[in-house]
T-cell receptor, first 110, second 112 residues
């Protein structure tokens, strides 16, 4: 069973700080990685996807991928209270099936 | 551009009953996947439909079945409901170029 592991949190950061969310995966052959944000009672919303080793930046968000170490991270700069949510890491398997971690709860305190 | 739409948004059933959930994909998306998300967990893959056929299936019993129609919309059917089937059921459709999955708002099923 291929697995995706995340620290459940909650991760608490002050407003304006950098939030760092981490994810490890078991399948060394995985190629595509996704970060979703989910507010309570809502459906997951895609934040970023990354396929290549290194960093990918989009606004306040940076995804980092290290395939050799089998981890993916998401950095949120200048964290805002509106960033408070559960962040889901997902790995795409053959046939475009996503395997999700259980999610990390992020709380940004003003 | 309409997003992924699901219906109903909320429903309550009793054990042993049957339920049908519906999904209309994002415009231009022809692959529909269904996920079950229990409280405090990440979504779990149920199955995927493409060209009106089930292409992949997750670790779910045969009580879970589905269908895809020629217009790419899809249904998820669950028979003989159990208390443990209470969850948020998510439909996702795929951008064929980037592989991104877009989720609908979900159908929250409560089994009493």
């Amino acid at each position: 069973q291929k697995e995706v592991e995340q620290n459940s949190g909650p991760l608490s950061v002050p407003e304006g700080a950098i939030a760092s969310l981490n994810c490890t995966y078991s399948d060394r052959g995985s190629q595509s990685f996704f970060w979703y944000r989910q507010y309570s009672g809502k459906s997951p919303e895609l934040i970023m996807f990354i396929y290549s080793n290194g960093d990918k930046e989009d606004g306040r968000f940076t995804a980092q991928l290290n395939k050799a170490s089998q981890y993916v991270s998401l950095l949120i700069r200048d964290s805002q209270p509106s960033d408070s949510a559960t962040y889901l890491c997902a790995v795409m398997e053959y046939g475009n099936k996503l395997v999700f971690g259980a999610g990390t709860i992020l709380r940004v305190k003003s | 551009d309409a997003g992924v739409t699901q219906s109903p948004t909320h429903l309550i059933k009793t054990r042993g009953q049957q339920v049908t959930l519906r999904c209309s994909p994002k415009s231009g998306h022809d692959t529909v996947s269904w996920y079950q998300q229990a409280l405090g967990q990440g979504p779990q893959f149920i199955f995927q439909y493409y060209e009106e056929e089930e292409r992949q299936r997750g670790n779910f019993p045969d009580r879970f079945s589905g269908h895809q129609f020629p217009n790419y919309s899809s249904e998820l059917n669950v028979n003989a409901l159990l208390l443990g089937d209470s969850a948020l059921y998510l439909c996702a459709t795929r951008n064929g170029n980037t592989g991104e999955l877009f989720f609908g708002e979900g159908s929250r099923l409560t089994v009493l």
